[in-house]
């Protein structure tokens, strides 16, 4: 999950609600792949525009590897839940590339990414072809200000936290940095790749 109070002008990215920087949501609906219920939600770590989120319930983790690793035009996908009023509580996949090392401005602490990115992305894991983190999913290039500045609008210009930053920050809290799984090094098949993003990814409502 991804905060605004620092965005750089012409990023669009999502904020924190004020129901979440109260720490503490009863009765939240959270909707997976699976089954849906309801939960309290508390927020036990927040920095860098991440925050560590603790909810009521069992939930399929991901192995995470460091962003060094991944290079320019490697495969990216992402579940996410974009515009569920709109489009349905189902899980959506998105696919595409690195399309550079580094975000806008050349900010290092980022990718950009070609994978379609839309309200409900945000805060998605970016996994790679072996189903490792690589990144999280974060913001997009804000078509107005692209519009007012070159004329046309722009295709696919998002960008994700580097998971160096993910891991910087998850293995700073102990009760976590303990249960991180070890990347995977093996093939993986597509298929296998995004089953697994699916069951790592819900849905939190805020109201």
């Given at each position: 999950?991804?905060?605004?109070?620092h965005?750089e002008?012409?990023?669009?990215?999502?904020?924190?609600c004020?129901?979440?920087?109260?720490?503490r949501?009863?009765?939240?609906?959270?909707?997976?792949?699976?089954?849906?219920?309801?939960?309290?939600?508390?927020i036990?770590?927040?920095t860098?525009?991440?925050a560590?989120l603790k909810?009521?319930?069992?939930?399929a983790?991901?192995?995470?590897?460091p962003?060094?690793?991944?290079?320019?035009?490697g495969m990216?996908?992402t579940?996410?839940f974009p515009d569920?009023?709109?489009?349905?509580?189902s899980?959506?996949l998105a696919?595409?590339?690195?399309a550079s090392l580094?975000?806008a401005?050349?900010?290092?602490?980022?990718f950009?990414?070609?994978?379609?990115v839309q309200?409900?992305?945000?805060g998605?894991?970016l996994?790679d072809?072996?189903?490792?983190?690589i990144?999280?999913v974060?913001?997009?290039?804000?078509?107005s200000v692209?519009?007012?500045a070159?004329g046309?609008l722009?295709?696919?210009?998002n960008?994700?936290?580097?998971s160096s930053l993910l891991?910087?920050?998850l293995?700073?809290?102990p009760e976590?940095?303990a249960k991180l799984?070890?990347?995977n090094?093996?093939?993986?098949k597509?298929?296998?790749?995004?089953?697994s993003?699916?069951?790592?990814?819900?849905?939190?409502?805020v109201?």
């Amino acid at each position: 999950m991804t905060d605004s109070s620092h965005a750089e002008k012409g990023i669009q990215r999502p904020s924190l609600c004020s129901a979440f920087q109260s720490c503490r949501c009863q009765n939240l609906p959270i909707y997976s792949s699976v089954r849906s219920f309801v939960s309290t939600l508390r927020i036990i770590f927040f920095t860098n525009g991440l925050a560590l989120l603790k909810a009521d319930g069992q939930f399929a983790s991901l192995p995470i590897l460091p962003s060094r690793s991944a290079h320019l035009g490697g495969m990216v996908a992402t579940i996410g839940f974009p515009d569920p009023s709109l489009q349905g509580f189902s899980p959506k996949l998105a696919k595409g590339e690195i399309a550079s090392l580094s975000g806008a401005s050349d900010d290092p602490r980022y990718f950009q990414v070609s994978l379609p990115v839309q309200p409900g992305n945000s805060g998605g894991a970016l996994v790679d072809d072996r189903g490792n983190v690589i990144g999280v999913v974060s913001a997009k290039l804000d078509a107005s200000v692209a519009l007012a500045a070159s004329g046309s609008l722009p295709e696919n210009v998002n960008y994700a936290v580097k998971s160096s930053l993910l891991l910087s920050f998850l293995e700073s809290v102990p009760e976590v940095s303990a249960k991180l799984k070890a990347p995977n090094m093996a093939d993986e098949k597509f298929e296998d790749v995004v089953k697994s993003a699916q069951q790592a990814a819900v849905l939190v409502l805020v109201y």
